[in-house]
């Protein structure tokens, strides 16, 4: 099985209601959208949707890096070699995480296919029968995020991640009414996404917060500083998350070194794929860490692939993987059992791309043979 053509598509994904969080705010979210062709006539999905604040790239970058730079070095190429497609990539280009990504799913996709099998059977197979699903609160009123937490307590959900950032006074009292609100019937993870900046902003936060039960604190402090976020898990009574602090193999190795936090997040956006993500979760578990796999607010695409990771590692215990449920339309077809996602045993990333809506949501495409 050869590489004989790939497609890019940019696409606009329109957002149910805005989503914001400390850096930015979205009324759509645009995606790369890859399809790869095989010389047996096989197809796969992947997809890439970049976030200028975390890797560097943005959509047009990540399209001009997949038609323009990667996507000619992979024709002619098996898609089942992972190990050698990404050297091929890496060779090819420092960085660009995300457009690696894309045409990573992608070959995992057909992979999957051609075998017959789940994309998961080819990273160690099934260990989770399900994971419950995480309700993203955007950034909002005290009482509006703690409303929007009732009402998704009424339909099923269990777990909460608060997005806040913007001022530590008014992040605290985000966080208390919401915790006053739910508290009591789900869990409540917070997410800074590097808002609070410093570890001492940080700290004054947490010990506003000291009566309020929290799962976790992710990304309080900037992405570079591992420092700062090593002295916030020094000095916190809760386990504290990295995010846009890990990126890929150099920063897992300082993150581990420096003991800088409890638990991990894993995008594939940020690494590069499903099997550089699949290195990451073995690099946590050989340091005693424990891993969650995110999400930049993909489609089906994108969301079904990093849920193929998340099934495969017990080292894995949560995600938050809930694109598809944010979207008013999306190419894809995974489905949420509210308030669970189960996957199914469907071949590749087991997603049928709706090639009408496809159309009508691109911006612009080029396919390179």
Avoid at 283 to 305: H, K, L, N, P
Wanted: charge should be negative; hydrophobic fraction near 40%; proline fraction near 4%.
């Amino acid at each position: 099985m050869k590489i004989t053509a790939i497609e890019a598509f940019v696409i606009e994904l329109p957002l149910i209601e805005p989503f914001i969080i400390s850096y930015a705010s979205f009324d759509s979210m645009p995606s790369v959208i890859v399809k790869i062709t095989t010389d047996d006539g096989r197809t796969g999905y992947g997809e890439g949707v970049a976030d200028e604040h975390v890797t560097g790239e943005s959509v047009e970058s990540v399209y001009h890096m997949v038609t323009k730079t990667l996507a000619p070095k992979l024709i002619g190429r098996n898609p089942m070699n992972s190990e050698k497609i990404h050297d091929v990539m890496n060779r090819a280009v420092l960085g660009a995480p995300t457009a690696k990504a894309a045409l990573d799913t992608a070959c995992f996709d057909l992979a999957g296919k051609a075998l017959k099998v789940p994309a998961y059977v080819l990273l160690g197979g099934r260990y989770h029968d399900k994971f419950p699903i995480t309700h993203v609160l955007s950034i909002d009123t005290p009482k509006q995020m703690a409303d929007n937490a009732q009402k998704h307590v009424e339909k099923g959900y269990t777990s909460f991640k608060l997005k806040v950032g913007y001022d530590v006074t008014e992040d605290v009292e985000r966080i208390k009414a919401v915790h006053d609100q739910v508290g009591h019937q789900a869990s409540i993870r917070v997410d800074v996404n590097q808002g609070w900046e410093s570890a001492p902003q940080t700290l004054q936060a947490l010990h506003a917060l000291q009566n309020v039960h929290l799962d976790w604190l992710e990304q309080p402090v900037i992405a570079d500083d591992i420092d700062a976020l090593g002295e916030v898990k020094t000095k916190a009574a809760l386990p504290i998350m990295a995010d846009e602090a890990l990126t890929g193999f150099k920063s897992m190795r300082e993150i581990i070194a420096k003991r800088a936090a409890d638990k991990i997040n894993i995008k594939l956006m940020k690494c590069g794929g499903m099997y550089p993500a699949a290195k990451l979760a073995a690099m946590a578990e050989m340091a005693g860490m424990d891993c969650q796999v995110g999400s930049m607010v993909e489609s089906s695409i994108g969301s079904a692939a990093g849920l193929h990771v998340a099934f495969s590692k017990k080292v894995i215990s949560s995600v938050e993987l809930t694109g598809p449920l944010m979207f008013s339309k999306d190419i894809g077809d995974l489905h949420y059992d509210v308030p669970f996602i189960q996957l199914s045993e469907r071949p590749g990333l087991g997603v049928d791309v709706d090639e009408d809506i496809l159309d009508e949501l691109t911006v612009y495409s080029e396919e390179v043979r």
